[in-house]
């Protein structure tokens, strides 16, 4: 029995929370809810099912308590939390000069593409897309190329650098946005594969804006090796975005931050984003930070990721063998599972909307994992206590009175 609670659910239904609320979540999925009386079970959007760490509540309820929230400038500690978390995490030394607030990652793309392109310009990225980094792109007007991941001869989803290269040369791209660990395929990339891949990027000059947010939640001793780590000429052409969002359940917190080593880069971020003046950190977005970065926090993640890696193995042991239609490549990198139904909708002589009906039916809340690329996939988050998954996987083989 660990010292954290991974067990115990809020009920959140009513606070807030897009994972449950109606009409929040309708999103064109079912907006009627479940039949039969059957409880919510979030299951779709990435946003964890966990009590928050009681670091970070301690550590915004402190500056609560003062009653006072005027003006103000990120503190020393905000700066050290992250030094020390990226330095204890990851092994690398990051400066506090090259830190910077983002309004989230999603808001830091936008400044990185409307800084470095115009509009119309293509950009490099992989597929399947995040549909966040698709919805940025697509409204900050650019196409997208999107170079497929690929199986080797073992069956790892690994980036196709001949493909990449062709599309470089063909379409005269010079920006890449790269998701490290991947989402929605959830690899966490070897060191050579980011190596070859910045060597890439240094032999036609690309900037990359690269999106760690997952970087935290590691599973089963893959180890995150940060993009802007792997050469001084990668330090010199990336923009890193992180937060400790995903890895605390903080995204309505937004406390994302940059790692921009290139003063010229930096610069130029810093001045598109002055001209719409929204990106201003919030107090609790600092103190939510402190909260997750501190020695206590550490220790809750630690024991948190042991928790993500026993549903991960569980639901991948029960898929493979009780739905060995079913293809997946199991997560190293996220909490959520991204499935191919193609073969086994084919089988039953369904829809990928009659298999997300039956989930939602049941109370099961999957995603449709069709807007991220790959047709017939559900996106399945498994960051939730271990009863619920198994709740979850009994109500998928009850059928509806």
Known sequence: MGKYDFETVLDRLGHD?????YPCCERGFFPEGPKNGYSLIPMWVADMNFIAAPSVVESIQGRLDHHSFGYFSPRKEYY?????????????????????????????LAT????????????????????????????????????????????????DFEDMEKRIVDENLKIAVFCSPHNPAGRVWEKWEV?????????????????????DLIL????????????EDAKMRTVAAYAPSKTFSLSGMVASYHVIYNEDLKKKM??????????????????????????????????LLPVLAHNMEFVCDYIRTNYPSI?????????MLYLDLGDFVAEKGITIKDALRYGWERG??????????????????????????EEAIKRLNTKLD
């Open 17 to 21: 929370a897009v994972a449950l609320d």
């Open 80 to 108: 050290d939390a992250i030094i020390n978390w990226q330095k204890v995490r990851y092994g690398v030394d990051v400066t506090k000069e090259a830190i910077g607030y983002e309004n989230g990652v999603m808001g830091a």
């Open 112 to 159: 990185f593409l409307n800084s470095f392109m115009e509009e119309g310009e293509p950009l490099l990225i992989h597929g399947p897309t995040y549909i966040g980094f698709q919805d940025v792109i697509k409204t900050c007007g650019h196409p997208m190329s999107i170079s497929p991941l690929v199986e080797d001869e073992n069956g790892i989803l690994r980036m």
């Open 195 to 215: 190596e070859k891949f910045m060597e890439l990027m240094k032999k036609y000059d690309m900037k990359v804006f690269s999106d760690e947010i997952w970087c």
């Open 220 to 231: 089963n001793g893959a180890q995150h090796i940060p993009t802007n780590s792997v050469s």
């Open 270 to 303: 810093a001045e598109t984003a002055s001209k719409s003046h929204y990106n201003s950190m919030n107090i609790f977005s600092q103190y939510a930070l402190i909260g997750a970065y501190n020695e206590e926090g550490q220790q809750w993640v630690d024991e």
């Open 327 to 335: 293809k997946f490549h199991q997560s190293q990198g996220t909490y």
């Open 364 to 389: 099961v809340m999957w995603q449709n994992g069709e807007p991220f690329g790959t047709p017939n996939s559900i996106r399945l988050n498994l960051a939730l206590p271990t009863w619920q998954i």
